[in-house]
Antibody
């Protein structure tokens, strides 16, 4: 069974740090782009960060740039999100999600075909409060 | 920066009725990059549609996606009790983002 399981959430004071993990099983983890998406209860989905298959390319939402770092260990089928300098507004449920992305070589630069985030974890809650 | 707007914010319908959900982008979006998700309370989102109109394996055929450019639509042909949920459109890509969502609730 394909599965993603997040861990590492908890309560932390403003300015503190947390490291979230996402354990993947039942599929070839190294073939998927991975994302972190967060959601304040009762509010919408907010994309946080993504990493490509081999970890050579990452991207972040402006709200977390410079404070959060995404990484992956394909040998251990695990995704991480290191969160530093946490703020009250980082309080949310954090989901990891996987996505198939196909790279299409062209004469100039590669193009990408995105297939959507098709597998999600159950989420882990991060609370930042004094 | 492209902004996704979803309308209506809430759609109140009865089981068996047709639901039409709109997702409008502030700039043209490649159809290959538009996805739809369903989220029920207490659950993670579920991918329904990718590439604007391709249904994910296992998703009932009452769900369909259409559109191009700046206007995209998710249609549920006949609402089943389990379809009452929040639906999000998403622009996929290197830095993806979601629309604010449409809640489909029971009238």
């Amino acid at each position: 069974e394909m599965q993603l399981v997040e861990s590492g959430g908890g309560s932390v004071q403003p300015g503190g740090s947390l490291r979230l993990s996402c354990a993947a099983s039942g599929f070839i983890f190294s073939s998927y782009w991975m994302h972190w998406v967060r959601q304040v209860p009762g509010k919408g989905l907010v994309w946080v960060s993504r990493i490509n298959t081999d970890g050579s390319s990452t991207s972040y939402a402006d709200a977390v740039k410079g404070r959060f770092t995404i990484s992956r260990d394909n040998a251990k089928n695990t995704l991480h999100l290191q969160m530093n300098s946490l703020r009250a507004e980082d309080t949310a449920v954090y989901y990891c999600a996987s996505e198939v992305v196909v790279v299409i070589p062209t004469a100039t630069y590669p193009e990408y075909q995105y297939y959507g985030m098709d597998l999600w974890g159950q989420g882990t809650t991060v609370t930042v409060s004094s | 920066e492209i902004v996704l707007t979803q309308s209506p914010g809430t759609l109140s319908l009865s089981p068996g009725e047709r639901a039409t959900l709109s997702c409008r982008a502030s700039q043209s979006v490649s159809s290959n990059y538009l996805a739809w998700y369903q989220q029920k309370p207490g659950q993670a989102p579920r991918l329904l549609i990718y590439g604007a109109s391709s249904r994910v394996t296992g998703i009932p055929d009452r769900f369909s996606g259409s559109g191009s450019g700046t206007d995209f639509t998710l249609t549920i042909s006949r609402l089943e009790p389990e379809d009452f949920a929040v639906y999000y459109c998403q622009q996929c890509g290197s830095s993806p983002f979601f629309g604010p969502g449409t809640k489909v609730d029971i009238k």
